[in-house]
């Protein structure tokens, strides 16, 4: 099969011929349909998070089982799917005590003394966060896929792989927003977005959208927002502290930058919370001024919106299908496999939604 | 010789040791790899030089601060 091969930090991807191996007892063999490119897979392409090489970026997709493993009965050929890279062994500590994204037992990727999944003429490609979704084909662990109905489009699928659960997961789960409340986003691409629908989903009050880009911030009124802030004419949090009259009950950062994450905590009101959703890189410190602990003010983190996808995925596909999940403005360019780089290179300008990788079936 | 201590910067498992006590190493060359949150992540050589001891073995959890392996640069 062909795939987009990073073979070194800040060089492009190349599309090579990659070798997949047989589906294990439990493995599952996926034939992705679409594929979002993600804002995330930057964090690794620039190494600001480092991962080993050769790889297969891509993280966010929906497909149609190939092949199912021996002991594999959830899914079947044919069974439309969407994966999420919140593999679950269903029996650790985390997964029996409700937090299946936070599992982190080994057995959901292959040891390193098996073959590996990916490899290309005997060379190891290290699968990517246990999917690697800019490939032809997908041989991940039966507990990183999820069953959705098929009346549901693949590429607006595809999305609710990463981004919507990411971002509405943590409205729901992480912070658990609570109807009437003051919202801000600090952020407003796929994810920040998803956290603002999710946020009039929930039915807070008040949710003001933060970016610097104003035509992200129009698509934050389209799903959502009922308040905008471009944070380059100004001061972002001054602005969010007067426009609630005293701060947020719930501040969500989407963009992975200590001082964005900082600014989240500033914006609350006493007693409220601030989540911080984007990838903070390695070895960065965030600061806060210690007495605003006294005012019950809180800061926690969200992997992956704190999911349970097996059930969180069908409902947000429920909530497409029903009109209250926005996801064709999330799409902004449908793309071939072998146009990758322009899409990450448009992603690094900040100014794009999403691009989809659609798959010739 | 100048022994180096080379730290884990976060929690997770060790997945793979790429590189056996005695391996001469160049600088950014992978000695591991630890497992954390779904991502592989690679720990690098910081200098030239040979592993003098790797510290841990494959399938451990570690903890962010903990010693993973000591490089000798032979300064």
């Known amino acids: 099969m062909k795939a987009a091969v990073l ?11 990659v ?60 069974d ?13 500590n985390k997964c029996l005590t409700g937090h299946l994204s936070l599992c982190a037992s080994p057995e959901v990727s292959r040891a390193a003394s098996e073959q590996s999944r990916l490899s290309i003429q ?61 919202v801000a986003v600090i952020g407003c691409g796929g994810v920040g977005l998803a956290a603002i629908n999710g946020a009039a989903i929930a039915g807070a009050g008040q949710i003001i959208a933060v970016d ?35 701060g947020c009950d719930y501040t969500f950062e989407a963009i992975g930058l200590k001082a964005t994450a900082e600014q989240a905590f500033q914006m609350l009101c006493s007693g409220g919370t601030a989540t911080v959703i984007g990838m903070i890189p390695v070895g960065t410190m965030v600061e806060l001024h ?9 800061i926690q983190g969200s992997n992956m919106g704190s999911n349970r996808f097996r059930v969180d995925m069908p409902r947000f596909v429920d909530f497409y299908l029903a009109g209250k999940l926005h996801l064709d403005e999330m799409i902004s360019k449908h793309i071939k496999l072998a146009d990758i780089n322009l899409a990450l290179e448009a992603l ?13 079936q | 010789m100048a022994l180096v201590t080379i730290e884990s910067e976060i929690t997770g498992n060790v997945w793979k040791i790429e590189a056996a006590a005695g391996t ?11 497992e954390s949150m779904k991502m592989e992540i690679p720990v690098e050589s910081p200098e030239k030089g040979i592993i003098k001891e790797i510290l841990v073995s494959e399938g451990d959890q570690i903890q962010e601060g903990q010693d993973l392996a000591i490089l000798d640069t032979g300064d």
């Open chain 1, 7 to 17: 073979r070194e930090a800040n060089k492009p991807l190349e599309i090579e011929e």
């Open chain 1, 19 to 78: 070798q997949v191996s047989k589906p294990g007892p439990r493995e599952v063999l996926v034939r992705p349909v679409a594929a979002g490119v993600c804002h995330s897979d930057l964090h690794f392409l620039d190494g600001s998070y480092p991962y080993p090489m050769p790889t297969i970026l891509g993280h966010e997709s929906a497909g149609i089982v190939e092949q199912v493993g021996r002991d594999v009965t959830y899914v079947k050929k044919g």
């Open chain 1, 80 to 92: 439309h799917v969407i994966t999420c890279l919140s593999a679950f062994c269903g029996h650790c």
């Open chain 1, 122 to 182: 005997g060379e190891t490609v290290h699968q990517f966060l246990n999917l690697s979704s800019f490939a032809e084909l997908m041989l991940i662990h039966e507990h990183a896929l999820v069953k959705v109905r098929e009346d549901m489009p693949m590429d607006r699928a595809a999305l609710i792989g990463c981004s919507t659960t990411t971002g509405v997961g943590a409205v729901f789960h992480t912070a658990a927003v609570e109807p009437g409340s003051k």
């Open chain 1, 212 to 246: 610097m880009v104003d035509s992200k911030l129009e698509l934050a009124k389209a799903v959502g927002a009922t308040h905008t802030i471009n944070a380059s004419s100004g001061n972002a949090v001054g602005e969010v502290i007067e426009m609630t009259q005293g």
């Open chain 1, 290 to 298: 210690g007495v605003d602990f006294l005012a019950e003010k809180k």
């Open chain 1, 348 to 360: 690094k300008t900040g100014q794009e939604a999403r691009h989809v990788i659609m798959f010739d």
């Open chain 2, 24 to 34: 001469a190493t160049e600088e950014e060359d992978v000695i591991l790899i630890l």
